[in-house]
């Protein structure tokens, strides 16, 4: 079984500092890692991935996350906050596994971001 | 770009009704899922669909729900007799392919039981 968790239900910055989201997951192989962007009344955007390959994956809207095995993290990052930065933030795992089918996605519970004028 | 569309964007209905959500995924998508958020809580996986058969389902897709993909467009979520707990927003997605393929989301129905 795979979990996700996400650390803080709300993160408030000002505009122009550094954002960072935590996610932390639980899984019995490397999974893949998500985080998608939730603007009110919208569905779910996918922000960015990691898959396989280089541990730093570099998103839309100047969003990056580092995939760290050893921590069993994927934390979101962004250099500098904008108010259009405003939204509910998911990370989200699905399992590597062989074989079709379709994998659910797991996701953490959400961190609202707030950005402070 | 593409996009999954889901209707109605808000269904209100009484407890005990049969209801049944639509999503049209993106075209030449092979794989079709069911979320549901309860409001302030997080997105929880219902169902996975590949092959005109159900790949994955959670303990929250019991009899009560079912999914079908009457044509080769459209994709639905039917609650036969609806609870109050049923009440969610219910976002369907697609992906191209397994494996890691990220899913893409419409914008959600909201359902209002009763």
């Known amino acids: 079984a795979q979990s996700v968790t996400q650390l803080g239900s709300h993160v408030s910055v000002s505009e122009g500092a550094l954002v960072l989201l935590r996610c932390n997951y639980s899984?019995?192989?490397?999974?893949?890692l998500f985080w998608y962007v939730q603007y009110p009344n919208q569905g779910l955007q996918l922000l960015l991935k990691y898959t396989t390959g280089a541990t730093l994956v570099k998103g839309i809207n100047g969003f990056e996350a580092e995939f760290k095995k050893s921590e069993t993290s994927f934390h979101l990052t962004k250099p500098s906050a904008h108010m259009s930065d405003a939204a509910e933030y998911f990370c989200a795992v699905s399992a590597r596994h062989s074989g079709g089918g379709a994998d659910g996605l797991t996701f953490g519970k959400g961190t609202h971001l707030i950005i402070q004028p | 770009e593409p996009e999954v569309t889901q209707t109605p964007s808000h269904q209100v209905t009484q407890m005990g009704q049969e209801v049944i959500l639509r999503c049209v995924p993106i075209s030449n998508h092979l794989y079709f899922y069911w979320y549901r958020q309860i409001l302030g809580q997080k997105v929880e996986f219902l169902v996975s669909?590949?092959?005109?058969?159900?790949?994955?389902k959670s303990e929250i897709f019991d009899d009560q729900f079912s999914v079908e993909r009457p044509d080769g467009s459209n994709f639905t979520l039917k609650i036969r007799s609806t609870k109050l707990e049923d009440s969610a927003m219910y976002f369907c997605a697609s992906s191209d392919r397994a494996g890691g393929s990220p899913l893409h989301f419409g914008n959600g129905t909201r359902l209002t039981v009763t």
């Open positions: 669909f590949y092959n005109n058969e159900i790949s994955e």
């Open positions: 899984s019995s192989v490397p999974p893949y």
